[in-house]
């Protein structure tokens, strides 16, 4: 399943256990403290996303984290970046 997200829908999924394949969109995690950064991330490795695309809306540090935690899955997001869903 790939997901485009946004914080509220996303919080919903990453407690399902819903398998994700790719996560595409804002986590909304710039001003995260570090004990919601490391529940987020724990939650991703759980679910074990093929590709995680963050937008500007995660902020710096958390792409950061995103990028440490997930070095082959993690892309970026932006405007004008398209992604091709394979079914």
Same mark, same amino acid.
């Given at each position: 399943?790939?997901?485009?997200?946004? !914080?509220?829908?996303?919080?919903?999924?990453?407690?399902?256990?819903? @398998?994700?394949?790719?996560?595409?969109?804002?986590?909304? $995690? @710039?001003? *995260?403290?570090?004990?919601?950064?490391? #529940?987020?991330?724990?939650? $991703? #490795?759980?679910?074990? @996303?093929? /590709?995680?695309?963050?937008?500007? !809306?995660?902020?710096?540090?958390? *792409? #950061?984290?995103?990028? /440490?935690?997930? @070095? #082959?899955?993690?892309? /970026?997001?932006?405007?004008?970046?398209?992604? /091709?869903?394979?079914?």
């Amino acid at each position: 399943m790939t997901m485009w997200v946004g !914080c509220p829908w996303l919080r919903k999924r990453l407690t399902s256990g819903m @398998p994700i394949g790719s996560l595409i969109g804002g986590l909304h $995690l @710039p001003a *995260a403290m570090k004990s919601r950064m490391i #529940r987020t991330l724990g939650a $991703l #490795r759980r679910l074990a @996303p093929q /590709e995680i695309a963050a937008c500007h !809306c995660n902020g710096y540090m958390a *792409a #950061r984290r995103l990028a /440490e935690a997930f @070095p #082959r899955q993690t892309t /970026e997001a932006h405007a004008g970046r398209t992604f /091709e869903i394979v079914q």
